[in-house]
Every structure is written in C-alpha cells, then in structure tokens.
C-alpha cells in the first residue's frame, strides 16, 4: 500500500514496565535509549510516523513528551517523538480503499476486546471494528462492560493475581456470549492474559488482516 517500514535495530522496551514497578529513573533510561534509536530516522530520513502495534506501548511513548519535560537534554526530541507515534489502527482509514481488493476476509465472528490503553489512555474507541468491518470482517465489541480492564493491566497480572484473574474471567464470560471463532486485542499484554483463561484464540486483529490478504 505504498508504506515503507523501517525498523530502528536499537529500540528496546518503551519504558512502561519499569514505570509500573515504580523504578521511574530505568523508565527514563529506556525511553531516552528509543529516542536515541528513532532519532536518525527522525532528523535525517524525514519519518512520518513512528507506528504502535502494542497500544501499551502507544500510551506509554505519546507521553514521553511529559515524562521527559525536565529534561533538557531530551525534552524537545521527547515531544518530538511523542508527536509522531501513532497506533496500528490510526493508519487503517487511509488503508480500507487500496486494501479492499485484496483483502479475503473470513466468515465467523470476532470479538474485539478494546484495551485500555487504546480507549481510555489514547482515546482511540471505534476505529478498529469500524475499519476491519469495511474490509469484510464481522467484528463486535461486548454489549457489557466493553469499557472495563480485562486484568492484565501492565503488570498487576502478576502482581495481583487474584484479582486479575476475577476480571479476565468476568471479562471472557461477556465475549463468550458474542460465540466468537476468534477474540483479538490490540495489546500483548490483553491477548496473552485473555488466552490463558479460554480455548479460543486469542489474536492481535492485524494477524487476521495479514491472513486474508491476497498477493
């Protein structure tokens, strides 16, 4: 579709999960090594965005521009940065017109569960059903509580199990009510906290877009 891809071989972690386990300076640490990594690209090769295919991720770099405002060394390349990033799905509208032709998009439904990283921290909400619904997906989003966490949450599935493991069930039982073939999310952390409590599979949606594409 026209879209090159680079790949900035020195990019690590975006900084979220030390974030989570209060060990703020690594988080720094590791959000100025990604912005050292983007950089050439930014300044030299005229990148449009820098693209998010964990919306964990996404949340935690579009904030790089505040968590690093103090910093005089990176604060102006952090915003910079920040500016830039974008989810996966934030290129889908522009993408639904030269993809339809070679797109062979499956039967069956497919429940999409929102992370909320997506609907809450980045304010993206529809997008995703929206466009893969265009393309010839039949994707649904749970009538109840689509807008709650599934329990992964970063690291409060490891650190709090017993309630992660409460709200992921909670959150299973309302897509197993759309009988999906498939569940997809948009963020790793939903997709494997969700898998270990169901037999469906369970898939980031652009996998399922990678499948139906014709050469």
């Known amino acids: 579709v026209g879209i090159e891809t680079v790949v900035a071989a020195k990019a690590g972690c975006c900084g979220a999960v030390k974030f989570h386990l209060n060990d703020h300076e690594g988080g720094k640490t590791e959000m100025r ?4 990594a983007w950089w050439p690209y930014v300044e030299s090769e005229g990148v449009e965005a820098i693209v998010m295919n964990a919306s964990g991720c996404g949340v935690t770099v579009r904030d790089y ?11 102006e390349k952090a915003a910079r940065i920040s500016a ?6 934030e290129l ?4 639904v017109e030269p993809l339809r032709a070679r797109v062979a998009a499956k ?7 929102p992370p909320c990283t997506l609907q809450h921290g980045q304010k993206l909400r529809g ?10 997906f039949k ?9 709650l966490c599934c329990g992964s949450a970063g690291t ?3 650190l709090n199990p017993n309630i992660a493991y409460a709200l992921r069930d909670r959150k299973l039982g309302h897509l197993k009510e759309l009988q999906p073939e498939v569940i997809v999310s948009a963020n790793i952390g939903c997709i494997t906290h969700l898998q270990s409590g169901t037999a469906t599979p369970v898939r980031h949606w652009v996998e399922l877009l990678d499948d139906a594409l014709t050469p």
């Not at 830039?84 to 799905?89: E, F, K, M, W």
């Not at 889908?92 to 993408?95: G, R, T, Y």
């Not at 989003?141 to 807008?147: F, G, I, L, P, Y």
């Open 33 to 36: 090594r990604n912005i050292d």
């Open 65 to 75: 521009g505040h968590l690093l405002k103090d910093d005089v060394h990176y604060a």
């Open 84 to 89: 830039l990033t974008r989810d996966l799905s």
């Open 92 to 95: 889908l509208p522009d993408l």
């Open 107 to 113: 039967a069956g439904q497919i429940a999409f569960h």
């Open 127 to 136: 997008g995703v059903e929206k466009h893969m619904g265009e393309l010839g």
């Open 139 to 147: 994707v649904n989003v749970c009538a109840t509580e689509s807008h």
């Open 156 to 158: 409060y599935s490891v």
